[in-house]
Structure formats: C-alpha cells, structure tokens
C-alpha cells in the first residue's frame, strides 16, 4: 500500500514558518513528507537544509525516497529527541520547526496497522513497531487503568462500562484484533449513541495515544523544539483533538508570560521577561475548501509560537 498523507494547513503553514532559503528547520513529523517536500523546495541546496524526523520505519523510507535531491536529511527518531538529534548533527539551531500530529492516513487505512475501528486486523498501533501493542494494553492492563485511559485520553463518559466489558470478553479469549474490540465498545454504550455516531473512535483514539506515549512525547517535544529555536525561529505546531491543543496552547502560554512576581508587589522582582511571542492569537484552522477537500482535516488547529530571546 502506498503512504499516502494529505498535508493539513499546508499554505498556512508553510507562511506560518516564514522559511528562509539559507535557513535550518525541522518537521519533527515527516510522515509522507507532505510537509516537508515543501519546506525543502524553498531552500537553497549547500545553504539551507531540512531535518525530517519520524518514529515510524514506514515513513522514514517513504520520506527518503520522496526528499531525494533535495536539502534535506531524513532521521529515524521520536521527535521527543530533536534536541539530541540537532546536536548529534552538529547543528546549534533552527530557523523553523514543524510538528504535526496525530495519525497519517497510511497509518489508518493500512489495515496491518491496527490503527482503525473500521478495518479488522491485530490490534496494534504502534507507530515505531516497537514496545507494548494496543492488545498488550487490552489484554494485560487492570479495569481501572483501562477505565482512566479511556476516560483521560479519550474524554469518552461510558469509560467505566468499556473497561468492564473488556476484562469481561478477555476471561473469555484474548482480546487480538481491532474488530473484536470495536463490537466490544459498540455493545457498552447505549443505542442511541451507536445511531449517532461510531463509539469507537474515541476508545481507539484513547489506546492509540497511551501505547505510543503521545502526550509525553508532546510534552517533551514542546520544551526541546522551543529551546532548539534560533532567535526569531518560530515552532508551529498542529493538533487534532482537545487534549493536544490545550497542552500546546498552555505551554505556549508559559513561553510568553513575563513577570510572575504576587500582584501586590510594588516593583517586579523577578526579573523574568516572555521567551516568545505568539505569530497569530488565535489557532488557525482549515479552510472551507480544505474540508470539502479534505474531511480529515475538520479538527485540525495551527498554533504558531516565535521565540525572541
């Protein structure tokens, strides 16, 4: 199957990035190197250069392949580690930095993936191919941790009877493809949810998220990626559900806030002044030509943060 990934944002933000020929800059996500053939196309060969990043074999190759002849340079990683990277490269800044998260599109209609509720195959999801599998997290995990999972990263509110069905059917027989498991979530929620809408995507989206790390990697990623900055570097950042965005826009928050001195001082004290500044106050979102394009890009938001000391 080909790796194919429609790059959400993509003119907002390639502008967003304000990409220099002669500048260094990262997509942290290469994916199907969407993204990243366009910022590679705007630099100078022998002045400019791209680093790719990408956790999964599948992109990297792909990535590879697709970035050939042009300035760039492809490494395996979690992007988590580009602070690591960019110093194994020798490089002691970016001019521009992408992470776009969440799933490509390769990943969830690949069906050996076991990324989607709506193929059956082996549960796995696991972007590297690496560490625990969603039918590790299925099978081995405790009722309460699968209810907190569920609960925490899937926002979903019929949590608790997902989990209990789920340790009920795995006494049965282990719990091994993604189409077990969606009948198992579609059984735990009322009918008139299973008319609405597929209950499944967020329990997916919950497991998905807790064997890949996602939020810690995020977590870590946003410190890394803002301190790799040069002066003027700008991070841009696009999020797909809830949780990403408020880590993103809380922690961009925290990169702009000055003086954290208590109100009643008569002076600041601190001495602490904002590290960033926010490009746009508000998150971008799609165009409505982009949705009718692309209807997996109704939840994306772009928030663009500029560093200036």
Request: glycine share 8%; charged share 30%; net charge neutral.
């Amino acid at each position: 199957m080909e790796f194919s990934h429609v790059p959400v944002l993509l003119g907002e933000t390639l502008d967003a990035l304000a990409i220099k020929p002669d500048g260094i800059y990262v997509d942290g996500t290469a994916g199907g190197a969407g993204h990243s053939v366009r910022i590679a196309q705007r630099l100078e060969p022998g002045r400019g250069k791209l680093i790719a990043l990408d956790r999964d074999p599948d992109a990297v190759a792909v990535a590879e392949k697709r970035l050939e002849g042009l300035p760039a340079q492809v490494v395996q990683t979690n992007f988590s580690r580009i602070a690591e990277v960019l110093d194994e490269l020798g490089i002691d800044g970016a001019d521009g930095i992408l992470l776009d998260l969440g799933v490509s599109s390769y990943q969830l209609d690949n069906a050996e993936r076991g990324f989607s509720y709506r193929l059956d195959a082996p549960l796995d999801m696991r972007m590297s191919g690496e560490g625990i599998s969603a039918a590790d997290v299925v099978n081995d995990f405790s009722k309460e941790e699968l209810r907190r999972i569920i609960f925490t990263y899937g926002e979903e509110r019929f949590a608790s009877a997902i989990a209990e069905n789920i340790v009920k059917e795995r006494e049965i027989s282990p719990i091994k493809t993604t189409g077990r498991l969606a009948e198992i979530v579609r059984s735990s929620v009322p009918q008139k949810v299973r008319r609405e809408k597929n209950p499944c995507k967020k329990t997916f989206q919950a497991i998905r998220i807790a064997v890949n790390d996602e939020l810690g990697s995020l977590d870590t990623a946003l410190d890394a990626a803002f301190g790799c900055l040069k002066k003027g570097g700008r991070l841009a950042v696009i999020t797909f559900h809830s949780l990403e965005d408020r880590l993103v826009k809380h922690r961009f928050a925290e990169f702009t806030k000055g003086c954290i001195c208590p109100a009643d001082f008569p002076v600041c004290v601190c001495g602490r002044t904002p590290r960033g500044k926010l490009v746009c106050k508000k998150a971008i979102e799609p165009s409505q030509e982009e949705l009718e394009r692309n209807n997996r890009s109704r939840s994306a938001k772009l928030r663009v943060i500029e560093k200036i000391k």
